[in-house]
Each structure stands twice: as C-alpha cells, then as structure tokens.
C-alpha cells in the first residue's frame, strides 16, 4: 500500500489547513487510517485516528479542533485542522493499518507561525 499525504503548508496561528492521503489499495475500507505528527527533536505522536467503521479518536491536544474524515470511494482520508498553534508545526503522516499490516506515507510539511 502506498500512501500520499498533501496539503501541509505555511499558516498563521489560528489559522486552517486540510490534509489528504490517497491510499492506493482496492481495500482500503478495511483499513483503520490515522494521522500522526513528527516535531523536530520530538517523538512521532498519534494525532487522530478513524477505523473501518468510521470510529474517530482525537489526541486530547486536538478535540474540538481537528477533525478526521475518510471516503472509502476515493480512497481518501483527511485531516482539517483549525485553529493552529506554533507548537503543532510538525511533519504530518499517514499511516494505514489492516491485521498485522502497518503502512506509513512519506508525510507532508506543516508550519504554523505565531
């Protein structure tokens, strides 16, 4: 599986971004999808997740202001982000998991200034 996240950028605190992953797999809805973030110096962390059954789990940091969402006929997951912070500057993954089979895109760059 290989996974291509885009819409990392350049946003003012406060400001919005959505992500997407294209997923290529012909079963991608059995897939849980999740987004994670990697700061600099700092470990990768969970930041939300959706499963096959369209369960979404949020990071504590991120409820209320991220949202996941997924289009099984795209193959598509999102992240939109609102209301970011400087400290949420991060290199946002995707990642797919199915049984034991774990997949992680190469991420996309985002850079919230204050």
């Known amino acids: 599986v290989q996974l291509q996240a885009s819409g990392g950028g350049l946003v003012q605190a406060g400001g919005s971004l959505r992500l997407s992953c294209a997923a290529s797999?012909?079963?991608?809805?059995?897939?849980?999808m999740r987004w994670f973030r990697q700061a600099p110096g700092n470990q990768r962390e969970l930041v939300a997740s959706?499963?096959?059954?369209?369960?979404?789990n949020y990071a504590d940091s991120v409820k209320g202001r991220f949202t996941i969402s997924r289009d099984n006929a795209k193959n598509m997951v999102y992240l939109q982000m609102n209301s970011l912070k400087p400290e949420e500057t991060a290199v946002y993954y995707c990642?797919?998991?199915?049984?034991?089979?774990?997949?992680w895109g190469r991420g996309t760059l985002v850079t919230v200034s204050s």
């Open positions: 797999t012909p079963i991608f809805n059995a897939y849980h």
């Open positions: 959706i499963s096959n059954s369209d369960n979404v």
């Open positions: 990642n797919a998991k199915y049984d034991t089979y774990e997949y």
